[in-house]
């Protein structure tokens, strides 16, 4: 089954830490977490679509954690999170989407994330 209650902890101008519980049927040992994101930003111009940038990623957490600060993240976007375990077996389902904001401004000033969550 798919990691629990994904959620963000954090997040500044570049990083979000998310924290999640393990799935309840994981079907063998935890190894590892796999973190996906993704984000698309549009701009505009006199009601036009200029272009667009779209950002996205996966990060393994590289032992069985069930909390991880994504670092390195462009600011002033808004990034969707999905995370899954890996067993032996493979990988799992993945789990909730939760969205949050990067703010501009210092990453030495973290903030109260503005997270949704998707579920």
Do not use: C
């Not at 799935?23 to 590892?32: F, L, M, S, T």
């Not at 973190?35 to 111009?45: A, E, G, L």
């Not at 401004?105 to 973290?110: A, I, K, R």
Request: no cysteine; glycine share 6%; charged share 20%.
């Amino acid at each position: 089954s798919a990691p629990q209650q994904l959620r963000v902890q954090s997040a500044d101008a570049t990083t979000v830490t998310l924290e999640w519980d393990p799935p309840v049927d994981h079907r063998g040992v935890i190894v590892n977490y796999v973190i996906h994101y993704r984000s698309m930003k549009t701009y505009v111009d006199t009601g036009r679509v200029q272009y667009q940038e779209t950002i996205y990623g996966e990060i393994f957490t590289n032992k069985p954690t069930t909390s991880f600060t994504v670092p390195d993240l462009a600011a002033d976007f808004t990034f969707n999170f999905t995370v899954l375990a890996v067993t032996g077996r493979g990988r799992g389902d993945s789990s909730n989407k939760v969205q949050v904001n990067t703010i501009v401004g210092s990453p030495e000033s973290p903030v109260a994330p503005n997270a949704g969550v998707d579920t």
